[in-house]
Nanobody, 122 residues
Framework: EAQLVESGGGLVQAGGSLRLSCSPS????????IGWFRQAPGKEREGVSC????????YYADSVKGRFTISRDNAKNTVYLQMNSLKPEDTAVYYC???????????????WGQGTQVTVSS
C-alpha cells in the first residue's frame, strides 16, 4: 500500500528556515511526481511545489518562488522542501502527495501523508 510520511515541521521565527522531508513507500518512487501542499486554518489546501518523476522539472507557487526549493533523492526515496526566509503567512500544515505531471500541470492522486505543522512567528 502506498504511504507518504512527512517530517521536519516546527516553530521558527520569521526569516528562519526549515527543511521538510517526505518519505514515500509502497510504490515505485521514481515513476511518480511528488507535490507539496499546505493548508492554513480556515483556508483551502493549496499547492506549494512539485517535482516530476526521476529528477525532472520543478514548479513553485508564486508565493514561495525564490524562497522554497524542492528536491528529490531517488536513492533515499525522499523528497525535500527547503524553506528559507519564512513568513508568518507560511504557517500551515504541510502535506506531501503522490501525483503525475503532464507538461507544467500537476495532477494529485489520492495518496497523502498525515501532514507536518509549520508555524512561523512574527
Amino acid at each position: 500500500e502506498a504511504q507518504l510520511v512527512e517530517s521536519g515541521g516546527g516553530l521558527v521565527q520569521a526569516g528562519g528556515s526549515l527543511r521538510l522531508s517526505c518519505s514515500p513507500s509502497g510504490f515505485p518512487f521514481d515513476n511518480y511526481a511528488i507535490g507539496w501542499f499546505r493548508q492554513a486554518p480556515g483556508k483551502e489546501r493549496e499547492g506549494v511545489s512539485c517535482i516530476s518523476k526521476g529528477n525532472g522539472p520543478t514548479y513553485y507557487a508564486d508565493s514561495v518562488k525564490g524562497r522554497f526549493t524542492i528536491s528529490r533523492d531517488n536513492a533515499k526515496n525522499t523528497v525535500y522542501l527547503q524553506m528559507n526566509s519564512l513568513k508568518p503567512e507560511d504557517t500551515a500544515v504541510y502535506y506531501c502527495n503522490r501525483g503525475i505531471t503532464i507538461g507544467a500541470s500537476y495532477f494529485p492522486q489520492d495518496y497523502w501523508g498525515q501532514g507536518t505543522q509549520v508555524t512561523v512567528s512574527s
